[in-house]
DNA sequence: ACAAATATTGCATTCGAATGCAATTACAAT
DNA sequence: ATTGTAATTGCATTCGAATGCAATATTTGT
């Protein structure tokens, strides 16, 4: 029962075949066929790249659109086409880096997707945004947080592409980027081992993240390696404070000696440490103690800290991300695939290593 | 002509009115309706809150639902309902608090609102940005970012809901969420000058930064007050490199001689400052010369560089702008309206102010 | 038990753009 | 001019949920 001579109810009744501009209520394609005396699917194949569609139609149509000051609706269009063009990233509150989600947003809208942002509270939350996301009917997600299996199945299983970023669910086939965080704390430890250091400390990540695990023992099964079984692990939960609180309670388990080197599970708690060190403890980094982090941060780099430590390409983690989330949406049938970067170190003077 | 009987054409033939739950493809709200053997419309009216449904109907749809894993299409839904219940959120790309990201992204969840985070790299990419955000149909803006007059009218043409975060066009009647630059600027000259502090040099941002503008023309013209002349802006871009380069052209400018205390327009800026002074000159921060931010960034307060600084009640802001946005959403026509907050002096210890 | 009032339910339509198919037009070749 | 072929255009339908209205079903009052 087509709808061409009278769309809808707008405010005045249409008298007139191609009336004039209507300056209230949102232009749609049909307002402008009308305008333009064109069918509607006329309208639409103008903003279809690739459409068949003649130069005097084009021009004919734009002018209207031009005159009425339309813009096609996504929301209709994602409806008969299947496709939002919107990808979900969820990031968990603790420790995340502005610059990736910036890189994210930029590199998606450069292939004409849209970001949806969802924060983690806490795992008790993921249930509810997983659900959000479901609904919003997202072409795929990029998840930098954990989350429970059971949500990685409900968007397995709704067949929406799904990659992590910076973390790998080892025994679920699941795509992911990520950077090999035992690889990167071995290279620590080495380098710690070459220029000399004899007795370690270790401050980790809360007990729940995965990375912080993987740091981890990625640090002391090396040391065990060789031979350094004189390491103490404390926990902290990646922040500032923790990183003082930690290396306060790291000295205590070591019956009050402070360790020759302090091996932090990112950027920000070391810097909280050799903080420590030096009001707390009255020590010089690195002349009395040595602190290496992990990450890269930006803040690793500010004159005052300096840190050795381990720099992830999250630019190149978050591209990866990205393609491979664009692939699997064009392309539905593929298979989950692993992409794993390894971090290089970064020469800082927080220890006293070889260069 | 109603489709009550064959929603679409599946793998299989429908031969069955009940059929079993299919495994593949959306499950719409049509396949619940036919499984559970009530209309479309119960089904929709089910997921309504306050609407008329009764117990028995209820507990009936919803176990269809449980079984079929059915989940609205919140894009059909947007349709019709002409409320996507999307909150597009601009940012620049220059210095943007993470955590108010993080604030954003649950508050607006918190109230049943999904973010669209959209990330400006340059000025001439806002137009593109305003351009899919008006496709995207989002119910409302919050923008943290400079937006072009024109990119403003066009909003507010389409009559989506915009309100600024931490900056205010003086001259267009737009809804914003800001903090008294100049108010805090005052009290910060105010603490320096009470300290004795007689000569001053300024680290302004970015010349087209509004916030910029507002600071340092506000610690120009206390200081201009109270009789202190013998003052020199440079420029810097807000981030840390750009705080130790300023510092030395501050220097050069001042034919070598290092003022007393150092007015920053940011935080990461009066770090970087504060780095340059201690590693290039050789000086002790706050004895041979204070410096103070702007902005209360949670580096500020890491022991290191302790900041005197105005610290801004982002979370309150943050919470102002969601709700301006949502009164707007809700009742399109509300005014505009301008909420401006009172940031506070955090008293550091990078100069040496009366506490 | 019966009429009136109220609560549920279903029908049919709507939102705005995309698209398969058929109809029409433009263009080329004879 | 005529027929054939290719390029355009329009028609009618579709996507999935919401909703006004009418048709039932239930409850209430008497």
Redesign the pocket.
């Known amino acids: 029962?087509?709808?061409?001579s009278s769309?809808?109810?707008r405010t005045k009744p249409d008298v007139a075949i191609a009336a004039v501009p209507e300056p209230n209520?949102?232009?749609?394609?049909?307002?402008?066929?009308r305008y333009a005396?064109?069918?509607?699917?006329?309208?639409?194949?103008c903003?279809?790249p690739g459409?068949?569609?003649?130069?005097?139609?084009?021009e004919r149509v734009m002018k209207a659109v031009e005159e009425l000051g339309?813009?096609?609706?996504?929301?209709?269009?994602g409806?008969?086409?299947?496709r939002s063009n919107m990808v979900a990233v969820i990031i968990a509150n603790l420790r995340f880096y502005p610059e990736v989600l910036v890189n994210l947003s930029r590199g998606l809208s450069r292939r004409g997707l849209n970001m949806l942002l969802f924060s983690l509270d806490d795992e008790g939350a993921a249930n509810n945004t997983v659900e959000q996301i479901w609904q919003s009917r997202v072409d795929g997600v990029i998840a930098a947080a954990n989350l429970p299996r059971e949500q990685i199945e409900t968007l397995t299983r709704a067949k929406i592409p799904l990659v992590f970023l910076n973390r790998n669910y080892r025994d679920v086939p699941i795509s992911s980027v990520s950077c090999d965080q035992v690889a990167g704390e071995r290279t620590l430890v080495n380098a710690l081992v070459n220029a000399g250091y004899k007795s370690f400390g270790i401050i980790a990540g809360p007990q729940n993240s995965i990375v912080s695990r993987q740091r981890t023992t990625g640090a002391t099964d090396r040391l065990d390696e060789l031979g350094f079984s004189d390491h103490v692990v404390v926990f902290g939960n990646y922040d500032y404070d923790s990183g003082g609180t930690a290396l306060r309670e790291l000295v205590a388990a070591r019956g009050n000696k402070m360790p020759e080197a302090v091996i932090c599970a990112n950027d920000v708690m070391a810097i909280g440490c050799i903080d420590a060190a030096r009001d707390h403890y009255g020590l010089d980094v690195p002349d009395d103690v040595a602190v290496v982090g992990y990450d890269g941060a930006s803040q690793a780099y500010w004159s005052s800290y300096d840190l050795v430590t381990i720099q992830q390409p999250m630019q190149a983690m978050t591209e990866a991300a990205i393609s491979i989330i664009q692939d699997r949406i064009e392309n539905p049938g593929l298979p989950p695939e692993r992409r794993v970067f390894l971090g290089s170190l970064s020469r800082g003077s927080s220890a006293k290593i070889i260069k």
Chains 1, 2 share one sequence.
């Open positions: 029962m087509g709808r061409t769309n809808k109810a209520g949102p232009v749609t394609s049909y307002d402008v066929a005396g064109v069918s509607q699917s006329a309208v639409s194949r903003f279809k459409a068949s569609v003649s130069k005097k139609m084009r339309y813009r096609p609706n996504a929301i209709a269009r409806l008969i086409t299947q």
